[in-house]
């Protein structure tokens, strides 16, 4: 439908827009959605500014946001408007997933040990003591961003596991 088509429609469209905004659950979805929106904006306006020091780090807030984003969709939806119950398992695996989350968040933000900016010698000279054992704070955060993907990896395929013994044709589709 091109815009025009929906101008010449609008009226239609108007009452097919407050009609399914009646639908249950619509004003938690919105405000989800324009929080993400907002968010967005914000990163691309900070990105567009040069508010940040590198490219790379730019990329991984914007996929972490956007998982978490996702996820809280996801949720949302599954609770509070499917009114389905979730495992204990899947409680566990997003605990584990956000504790994982932060750490490395953390390890990211404040423990800079890399700079994409300089050449490879000249990072290097940012390398910190090791931490733990013979890892130091950057090859930490490659260990604990891997285990945390990996969890909530795990955690979106738990999801639906209350949903094993029910038909598919009864299963509620976003």
């Known amino acids: 439908m091109s815009p025009l088509d929906l101008w010449r429609n609008r009226n239609r469209v108007y009452q097919e827009v407050k009609e399914s905004s009646r639908k249950e659950g619509y004003r938690l979805r919105l405000c989800v959605f324009i929080s993400g929106m907002l968010l967005s904006v ?6 567009l500014k040069g ?3 590198d490219h790379s780090m730019y990329n ?3 996929l972490v946001i956007d998982i978490a984003l996702y996820l809280a969709y996801y949720c949302i939806n599954k ?3 499917r009114r389905e119950w979730v ?3 899947t409680v566990v695996t997003l605990v584990a997933a956000t504790i994982a ?3 490395s968040f953390m390890l990211f933000i404040f423990t800079r040990s890399m700079d994409t900016s300089l050449s490879p010698a000249e990072s ?12 130091d ?6 260990c604990l961003s891997a285990l945390a993907i990996f969890l909530t990896e795990i955690l979106l395929l738990n999801m639906e596991d209350d949903l094993i013994n029910v038909k598919t044709s009864k299963i509620y589709q976003l």
């Not at 914000?42 to 990105?47: E, K, R």
């Open 79 to 81: 609770i509070y408007i």
């Open 42 to 47: 914000i990163l691309a306006i900070t990105g």
């Open 87 to 89: 495992a204990k398992s």
């Open 51 to 53: 508010l940040w020091r």
């Open 124 to 135: 290097r000279a940012l390398n910190r003591a090791c931490m733990v054992r013979k890892l």
């Open 60 to 62: 991984v807030v914007a």
């Open 137 to 142: 704070s950057h090859d930490l955060w490659h």
């Open 101 to 103: 989350w932060l750490f």
